[in-house]
């Protein structure tokens, strides 16, 4: 996958912050850690550590957050299921998939986001129910077609 050059991520980031698009800062805080000490100081400051260390392996870092996405829809988490599509946006783009991006800006955002999780993880061709029990695979699946976890009615927060 091609990743995304240190210009054109510090230029994300400008517009992300011109454009009030990030205000608690959970796609820039992706943007940030991929560049190296000398474009994030750019960002940052002159306080940014002297041990900086950028993360470089974005595509192990996509597929673990992933995992850990689908675990706060099954939990119907609603903050952190939020904050996990805005990072997991910024991961497609990061990896150079602009295709997923506009995959998972054209979803809704019903049940805690499951459905533009699944454009995600379908864009890379990565599990989306594999590592859960049946009854988290079925919960996921309805709630990634925009339906309550539960046909019998959610007792955890889900609304139609």
Not at 9 to 20: F, N
Not at 72 to 89: E, F, M, P, Q, Y
Request: hydrophobic share 35%; glycine share 10%; proline share 4%.
């Amino acid at each position: 996958m091609t990743a995304r050059t240190q210009e054109e991520i510090v230029t994300r980031i400008r517009a992300l912050r011109a454009h009030r698009r990030d205000i608690f800062g959970f796609r820039e805080e992706v943007l940030v850690e991929a560049l190296d000490l000398d474009h994030a100081r750019q960002l940052l400051g002159p306080g940014t550590p002297g041990g900086w260390t950028p993360r470089v392996d974005h595509e192990t870092y996509a597929r673990d957050y992933l995992r850990f996405a689908i675990g706060k829809i099954i939990d119907h988490r609603g903050n952190s299921a939020s904050r996990s599509v805005d990072k997991l946006g910024e991961l497609a783009w990061l990896l150079g998939r602009d295709d997923i991006v506009r995959a998972m800006d054209h979803t809704s955002y019903p049940m805690y986001g499951a459905p533009t999780v699944k454009a995600f993880a379908d864009g890379f061709g990565w599990p989306f129910l594999d590592d859960l029990d049946s009854d988290d695979q079925r919960a996921l699946a309805r709630m990634a077609d925009g339906q309550q976890c539960d046909p019998q009615g959610c007792q955890r927060g889900c609304a139609d």
